[in-house]
């Protein structure tokens, strides 16, 4: 069984930087392709970015592009959200995600989810 743990949430002020991790256990992580999602209070959960398993193609919400990166590091099961330039919109649980199959698109088919970990942009 797949598990995913996010961490490195937290409160920092607009214009701040964090970085998020996501250990993926139970599986072979190299064969996921992984995303970050986020869902802000009254919201819908919208998708950020979304990385294959090599690491060697991404795509992003055009909200993020430019200030967001990820990255995954497959000997360490580890993918990563840079959050830079922070804004107070940004504010949201961030959720990784994982499945089997690298696309850009089907971003409602991501078979397994973490926790959430809390993002708290202050202005």
């Known amino acids: 069984q797949v598990q995913l743990v996010e961490s490195g949430g937290g409160l920092v002020q607009a214009g701040g930087s964090l970085r998020l991790s996501c250990a993926l256990s139970?599986?072979?992580?190299?064969?996921?392709?992984m995303g970050w999602f986020r869902q802000a209070p009254g919201k819908e959960r919208e998708f950020v970015v979304g990385?294959?398993?090599?690491?060697?193609?991404?795509n992003y919400a055009d909200s993020v592009k430019g200030r967001f990166t990820i990255s995954r590091d497959n000997a360490k099961n580890t993918v990563y959200l840079q959050m830079n330039s922070l804004k107070p919109e940004d504010t949201a649980v961030y959720y990784c995600?994982?499945?089997?199959?690298?696309?850009?698109?089907?971003?409602?088919?991501?078979?397994?989810w973490g926790q959430g970990t809390q993002v708290t942009v202050s202005s």
């Open positions: 139970g599986r072979t992580f190299s064969s996921y392709a």
């Open positions: 995600a994982a499945r089997g199959f690298w696309s850009a698109g089907r971003l409602n088919e991501y078979d397994y």
């Open positions: 990385i294959s398993t090599s690491g060697s193609s991404t």
